[in-house]
């Protein structure tokens, strides 16, 4: 059946219905660790951002146990992904980047976990917007402007110390 008619029937949230669904989901491994005590509710709960039972079971597999930290699950499986709390990704939008093609995922459990999935859509998008703050600046006259997503520092700086040379000051 459905998720809302699941929920009508038993008269409870849609939301509780898919948290309940993705927990039901979790890899045979993690269930049964979760029955021996070697995974906690909180840590389950964070390997339902993933459905993938191989990825699930290679996360577990290298964690030392008893597995509790809901955290470092989540670290584990969003290497590579941008949360949506990120400067870059406020920048772009979260609908602009869904509308280009962009992979969101959202945490079923913690409202705030939203993790964007394509960081590549997220750079092209940002690029493309800066170009369009860019081209204003140079029609107004400056000679140079310079745009950067990466790490925020200047790029092909010197790390040498300039010392000031004195002259004689004019009249």
């Given at each position: 059946?459905?998720?809302?008619?699941?929920?009508?029937?038993?008269?409870?949230?849609?939301?509780?219905?898919?948290?309940?669904?993705?927990?039901?989901?979790?890899?045979?491994?993690?269930?049964?660790?979760?029955?021996?005590g070697e995974l906690g509710l909180d840590a389950a709960r964070a390997f339902c951002l993933?459905?993938?039972?191989d990825r699930q079971d290679s996360v577990f597999a290298i964690m030392p146990k008893p597995?509790?930290?809901?955290?470092?699950?989540?670290?584990?499986?969003?290497?590579?992904?941008?949360?949506?709390?990120?400067?870059?990704?406020?920048?772009?939008?979260?609908?602009?980047?869904?509308?280009?093609?962009?992979?969101?995922?959202?945490?079923?459990?913690?409202?705030?976990?939203?993790?964007?999935?394509?960081?590549?859509?997220?750079?092209?998008?940002?690029?493309?917007?800066?170009?369009?703050?860019?081209?204003?600046?140079?029609?107004?006259?400056?000679?140079?402007?310079?745009?950067?997503?990466?790490?925020?520092?200047?790029?092909?700086?010197?790390?040498?110390?300039?010392?000031?040379?004195?002259?004689?000051?004019?009249?």
């Amino acid at each position: 059946q459905p998720e809302e008619a699941i929920a009508s029937r038993f008269g409870a949230s849609v939301r509780h219905v898919r948290q309940r669904l993705a927990l039901s989901a979790l890899s045979p491994t993690l269930k049964d660790a979760f029955r021996k005590g070697e995974l906690g509710l909180d840590a389950a709960r964070a390997f339902c951002l993933v459905p993938d039972h191989d990825r699930q079971d290679s996360v577990f597999a290298i964690m030392p146990k008893p597995v509790s930290n809901a955290y470092a699950v989540r670290s584990y499986l969003t290497q590579g992904a941008v949360r949506a709390s990120d400067r870059l990704a406020k920048f772009v939008g979260l609908e602009a980047y869904e509308a280009a093609g962009g992979i969101v995922r959202r945490d079923l459990f913690e409202d705030e976990l939203v993790f964007l999935d394509s960081p590549d859509v997220l750079n092209t998008l940002a690029t493309a917007k800066l170009e369009e703050l860019r081209a204003p600046l140079l029609a107004e006259g400056w000679g140079w402007v310079n745009v950067n997503i990466g790490s925020g520092r200047a790029d092909g700086g010197s790390m040498h110390r300039i010392r000031p040379e004195w002259h004689q000051p004019t009249d």
